[in-house]
């Protein structure tokens, strides 16, 4: 799990807003542009190149 002060740190590469933990807590999900980006072994992987379009 991703300590609350890192991910008040965190934003999203590619528009630069605000990452959220999605219900699995395996990704972070922008809420702007929808990229989510994977979580692996506690560390966020944060390359636009890595990120998905959530369809949700």
């Not at 799990?1 to 590619?14: G, K, S, T, W």
């Not at 630069?16 to 990704?27: A, D, M, Q």
């Not at 989510?36 to 506690?42: A, L, M, W």
């Amino acid at each position: 799990m991703i300590p609350q002060d890192l991910l008040d740190m965190l934003v999203c590469p590619a528009c630069k807003k605000p990452l959220t933990v999605k219900e699995n807590g395996e990704s972070l999900k922008c809420g702007e542009c929808r990229r989510v980006y994977p979580v692996r072994d506690d560390i966020p992987i944060l390359l636009i190149d890595e990120a998905t379009i959530d369809a949700d």
